[in-house]
């Protein structure tokens, strides 16, 4: 009979030993394994069938797993897959962008930014200087704030809109309001457009896969080389490779904005 592996003895050790044993099941799966049997995984984990059996049932009720019908297999949940769609989506978002980038900031002049949502708001992840006497950029790597024009267009347009509210209900007022404010305007507009107080204007638009929005893409300029206005060259200019990008990736530009 297969045997567990020493019981823990702390807390900590429990929560370690079921986040391990997690990830071993899930490790199970592949091309050659895309369902499993409680029997199945017992032998080639070595646990008792009863622990497998209680870990299958809670990974069901946590959407890592789901059972396939009419038979006593699982294959993995609709969590899992939505994660996996992610990671590829980011992958390959990565992989396309920079070609766009260096068009829109030859195009505009100024430099071009792609962004992605990390785990309360955009991270800076990839950045093409424009070749400008005057150099506005952006650190790679910079976690951007609620405020930011890229955070706004997120938020907009973000499939899980509670999880926006969540957010935007975590800033003070009256910031709260006038942030939601100019998110409902760039969901119509379909895009942002933002001057801080240093005169560095900030124009984002978002990119869209097949799962919804993917990244957002900005133009950073001081006022005087980069435009506010949404129906500027460059603001259309921004919007057009957006566009363009979103077909790559398999996804649709929402029909109510421009």
Sequence with gaps: MAEDQDEPVTAREQDIQAVSRT????GLF??????????EATRRLGLKRTTVHRYFSSMISS??????EDSALVRPGRSILQLGSFMLGQQRIMQMAPAYLR?????????????????????????EEADHATLVTVRVGSQLALNSSQAKVFLAFLPDQFHAERLTGSLPEPERTETRRRIEAIRQAGMSSNVNHRGICVLAAPVFAAAGICATIAAVGTERMLPEALDSREATALKAA????TKEMGGTWPEATG
């Design 242 to 245: 957006c566009k363009q990008l």
């Design 23 to 26: 990830a071993q099941i899930l």
């Design 103 to 127: 068009e829109l900031a030859l195009e505009i002049k100024v430099s071009t930014v792609l962004s992605l949502w990390g785990a309360s708001g955009p991270v800076v992840s990839l950045v």
């Design 30 to 39: 592949g091309p050659e394994t895309p369902e499993l049997s409680v029997a």
């Design 63 to 68: 959407g890592l797993l789901e059972r396939v």
